[in-house]
């Protein structure tokens, strides 16, 4: 492995995947394990060496040093990587408002699908694990609408004229259940960032291999 690359745990399509993808534009060297924590114990397990809590992402730096939570990570590569233009600097006036909402999508939304992906977890029955389905994608696809109400318009990307991780972040997590057709319909200022990244040439090599767009990937209609 080469010394100066980043290793990084997490299926294609899981929340590892904002983090790959910045490091796609970053253009830094990534060893990528692929390891689905959602498909039963085994998988689970075999990130006990590197996080206690079985999750991913887990992104391992070429110091060796363990991060783990998906929007730790992704701050901490735009700070690492200036150069990149992925996140506003510290002194920008940007940076309250890309702190806020960086915390916010794991904090609102991607918390919702540790209860969606195994309902069991907290259901006495099916008809339980119904209503938690139910329920929870109603309340991402609220949180969507109140961060796309407050969210500057006039722009090609969510804080200015360059995508950043922001965008990053919103894109993957938008195509997670209930999928990209809600999501349109409840964010439409999102959702025409969401398609800009999508069509970005830097990271369509990268779609494909790790987040492919194949048939009825946006989902059911609302």
Not at 1 to 16: E, F, Q
Not at 112 to 141: C, G, H, N, Y
Not at 151 to 179: F, H, K, N
Request: proline letters at 9%.
């Amino acid at each position: 492995m080469n010394a100066d690359a980043y290793r990084l745990y997490g299926a294609p399509g899981s929340g590892a995947t904002p983090v790959h993808a910045a490091l796609t534009l970053i253009g830094a060297p990534v060893e990528v394990i692929d390891v689905a924590p959602w498909e039963g114990e085994a998988e689970r397990n075999k990130l006990l060496p590197v996080n206690a809590m079985r999750q991913v992402p887990v992104l391992v730096l070429p110091s060796g040093e363990v991060m783990t939570e998906s929007a730790a990570i992704l701050i901490w590569l735009g700070d690492r990587h200036p150069e990149s233009g992925l996140a506003p600097p510290v002194d920008d006036p940007r940076r309250a408002q890309y702190l806020r909402w960086m915390s916010f999508i794991p904090a609102a939304i991607y918390s919702m699908f540790w209860v969606r992906d195994e309902p069991s977890r907290l259901a006495a029955d099916a008809q339980a694990e119904a209503v938690i389905k139910a329920r929870t994608a109603a309340r991402i696809t609220q949180c969507w609408q109140i961060m796309d109400a407050q969210m500057p318009r006039g722009t090609p990307y969510l804080l200015g004229e360059q995508i950043g991780m922001l965008d990053l972040y919103v894109t993957v997590a938008s195509r997670w259940t209930p999928q990209r057709k809600r999501f349109y319909g409840a964010a439409p200022r999102l959702a025409e960032v969401v398609r800009r990244v999508d069509a970005e040439p830097r990271l369509a090599a990268f779609w494909a291999a790790r987040f492919p767009f194949e048939e009825g990937w946006e989902g059911p209609a609302p």
